[in-house]
Antibody
Framework: VQLLESGGGLVQPGGSLRLSCAASGFTFRSYVMSWVRQAPGKGLEWVSG????????YHADSVKGRFTISRDNSKNTLFLQMNSLRAEDTAVYYC?????????????????WGRGTLVTVAS | NFMLTQPHSVSDSPGKTVTISCTGSGGSIASNYVQWYQQRPGSAPTTVIY?????PSGVPDRFSGSIDSSSNSASLTISGLKTEDEADYYC??????????FGGGTRLTVL
């Protein structure tokens, strides 16, 4: 299993960024996927999750209305569109794979994580 | 809202046994599975315990997990401490209203 995030970088407050996570080594379309972030020196915070077919999405209150998670099962890729970015969104963003196959529900627990991509929101 | 609380840090010497607690509030910790992740500096988290007390392949049996409904808490116990166990440890669970919840993390120092 490999999860490779990309798209991070420096962005000004109020700006937008789109993260991608390229998945390989497993049947991507069969697993719920999530984004989890970690601010510098802080703990883990779940951000967003998406059902296997993409029909159901879930977001933490801290990003609701600003972030959108999506997936392209034909390309084995997970996305996170981040708008109206704030300084407090500065973090390493990890892509994470759910443990259970074929779940139709929200994210539950993770068995594989990517190495992360750093997003810095600053002027 | 369901929350998980961990001690900020624990420490002990090589060869000893250490236990990290994860206390639930705002709901029953036994309602959904608890996982434990290890995160070494500069690395992504990895799973050391899933579904309360299961060890992924490759995780030594020095790592064990348990649930205590009476205290509404989960515990990660590491026996025969090694310097390589020094890391941050996070408990995690989930519920319907707030899909994924992490504890604040515990820094384990092996003296």
């Amino acid at each position: 299993v490999q999860l490779l995030e990309s798209g991070g970088g420096l962005v000004q407050p109020g700006g937008s960024l789109r993260l991608s996570c390229a998945a390989s080594g497993f049947t991507f379309r069969s697993y719920v996927m999530s984004w989890v972030r970690q601010a510098p020196g802080k703990g883990l915070e779940w951000v967003s999750g998406i059902s296997v077919g993409g029909e159901n999405t879930y977001h933490a209150d801290s990003v609701k209305g600003r972030f959108t998670i999506s997936r392209d099962n034909s390309k084995n890729t997970l996305f996170l569109q981040m708008n109206s970015l704030r300084a407090e969104d500065t973090a390493v963003y990890y892509c994470a794979k759910d443990f259970y196959s074929g779940s139709s529900g929200p994210p539950s627990l993770f068995d594989y994580w990517g190495r992360g991509t750093l997003v810095t929101v600053a002027s | 809202n369901f929350m998980l609380t961990q001690p900020h840090s624990v420490s002990d010497s090589p060869g000893k046994t250490v236990t990290i607690s994860c206390t639930g509030s705002g709901g029953s910790i036994a309602s959904n599975y608890v996982q434990w992740y290890q995160q070494r500096p500069g690395s992504a988290p990895t799973t050391v315990i899933y579904e309360d007390d299961q060890r992924p392949s490759g995780v030594p049996d020095r790592f064990s997990g348990s649930i205590d409904s009476s205290s509404n808490s989960a515990s990660l116990t590491i026996s025969g401490l090694k310097t390589e166990d020094e890391a941050d440890y996070y408990c995690q669970s989930y519920d319907g209203s707030n899909p994924v919840i992490f504890g604040g993390g515990t820094r384990l120092t092996v003296l």
